[in-house]
């Protein structure tokens, strides 16, 4: 098992930025993949970004491409979502998700991760 908790999410102003974490505790060394997820009301929840554990490497839906950056680190057992440019479309609830399967490929959808965290929103005011 792994226990996952969001942090840093708030109430900003188009163009402004935020940076999300997500601690993971338990199981740690046994995660393999982690992913950023985000819903928002009235909408399917939707994967944002993914992180390949093991190897650092990374994937980006169109929506956060070029403005958002995941990154871990492994010491702190830690992952976090730098969202820059943000807009108010990125209103949502943002989610991290963990895997201790490898990787089948990086636009895995929610359902391919059985670890989740409590969420954390996120506003955009324009």
């Known amino acids: 098992q792994v226990h996952l908790v969001e942090s840093g999410g708030g109430l900003v102003q188009t163009g402004d930025s935020l940076r999300l974490s997500c601690a993971a505790s338990g199981r740690t060394s046994a995660i393999y993949a982690a992913g950023w997820f985000r819903q928002a009301p009235g909408k399917e929840r939707e994967l944002v970004s993914t992180?390949?554990?093991?190897?650092?490497?990374?994937a980006y839906t169109d929506s956060a491409k070029g403005r958002f950056t995941i990154s871990r680190d492994v010491a702190k057992m830690t992952v976090y979502l730098q969202m820059n440019s943000l807009k108010p479309e990125d209103t949502a609830v943002y989610y991290c998700?963990?895997?201790?399967?490898?990787?089948?490929?990086?636009?895995?959808?929610?359902?391919?991760?059985?670890?989740w965290g409590q969420g954390t929103q996120v506003t955009v005011s324009s």
């Open positions: 998700a963990a895997r201790f399967e490898p990787i089948i490929y990086y636009f895995m959808n929610e359902h391919e991760y059985p670890y």
């Open positions: 992180i390949n554990w093991r190897d650092n490497r990374t």
